[in-house]
């Protein structure tokens, strides 16, 4: 092997993820067991549900990715986990599950940060010999997903510079609630893109909240300005205002949603794109679980390419939550000498960096 063989664990919110990933690069296996299915009659995430649904699928999904590697305790150098942020019992299972694998087996134990594993994915290739470009320093990188919306700056390995952030709710939040609105089901963002796909008719012009010449983002007012124009299109269609099983027409709820998440798209590429030119970087890294909506990958590629400024984004199987991003990263730790002890703890609200 041309580097250490990580096996990870994640365990931050609804997926229970393990993965054995090589040199920080190659992914040996990737196994995760979603919770999309458990929480959908609810909505959203329910915290204690999702910690019990971690403890049902950890052990399952460590052998069955052991298994897919083809592996044994004896080719594992070491063993890296989420430790925030993210919801503190969900965490909990992985941080315990991971201390006693490295004690049992005497392997070193490495702590990740969530969101640095969002950014590490722009890293992974699913066989050795898979032609993907690396990122080139200094990259800009956008992590968006259900909890996290942010832009970092990153000179070199694992060294971040914030350059902005959401002030109030994440992109993907605002998506699920927005879904919800619409009565598109659980989880918005897949659905909400869906819905826009087959929109035909004339834009609904959703607010943008630009915030100045910041780099932050804000999504509360627009799920406000939404409220507002779905509740007018549903007295259109003389339907309950606050209703959302009293089902919009497939045409003006494809509108409305096509609507909606151009507005997210064009402010979180405007500020990307803007950002990469203000550091000069040399490559822009895109992450997390919203990374994965095909009109957001499409206008990224289509403004990088503009700007010639490579543009690296997983698969979108990587994008969403996974061991195999925390196996990346955890591999950088451990090269650099990083090791945990068995008192890591979970911190729910672990910062990436600070401006």
């Not at 659905?191 to 607010?207: K, L, M, N």
């Not at 027409?249 to 998440?261: C, D």
């Not at 499409?298 to 403004?303: G, K, M, P």
Request: glycine content about 10%; proline content about 6%.
């Amino acid at each position: 092997m041309s580097g250490p063989l990580v096996l990870a664990i994640e365990s931050s919110c609804d997926e229970t993820g393990v993965a054995l990933v090589e040199d920080g690069c190659t992914i040996r296996s990737n196994v995760v067991a979603s919770q999309v299915a458990l929480h959908a009659p609810m909505g959203g995430i329910v915290p204690e549900v999702a910690a019990r649904a971690h403890l049902r699928w950890v052990v399952p999904v460590l052998e069955a990715a052991i298994a897919d590697a083809g592996a044994d305790w004896g080719d594992i150098d070491a063993v890296g986990v989420t430790r925030g942020p993210g919801l503190a019992g969900s965490l909990l299972v992985g941080i315990n599950f991971a201390k006693t694998l490295a004690f049992v087996h005497d392997k070193p134990l490495v702590g990740v940060n969530h969101l640095e594993g969002h950014v590490y994915a722009a890293w992974l290739r699913d066989t050795p010999d898979q032609a993907l470009p690396e990122p080139l320093f200094p990259l800009v990188a956008l992590v968006v997903s259900g909890g996290h919306t942010f832009l970092v700056e990153m000179r070199d390995h694992l060294t971040y510079r914030l350059l902005g952030q959401t002030v109030d709710d994440a992109a993907g939040e605002a998506f699920d609630k927005v879904g919800r609105l619409l009565g598109l089901p659980y989880p918005g963002g897949p659905a909400i893109q869906a819905a826009a796909a087959r929109a035909t008719g004339a834009d609904v012009i959703f607010p943008r909240a630009w915030l100045g010449e910041t780099y932050d983002f804000s999504f509360s007012g627009l799920k406000t300005a939404a409220r507002r124009v779905i509740a007018t299109a549903r007295a259109d269609e003389g339907l309950p205002a606050d209703d959302p099983e009293a089902r919009l027409s497939p045409e003006r709820q494809a509108t409305l949603a096509r609507g909606f998440q151009e507005s997210v798209v064009d402010v979180l590429a405007t500020k990307t794109m803007r950002a990469a030119r203000a550091v000069g970087a040399r490559s822009i890294v895109l992450g997390g679980g919203v990374a994965a909506n095909a009109a957001l990958r499409a206008r990224l590629t289509a403004d990088a390419e503009r700007r010639r400024i490579p543009l690296l984004i997983p698969r979108p199987g990587l994008c969403t939550d996974n061991g195999a991003m925390i196996g990346a990263a955890a591999a950088r730790r451990f090269e650099a000498g990083e090791r945990a002890g068995l008192d890591l703890d979970a911190r729910p609200s672990l910062p990436l960096a600070r401006a």
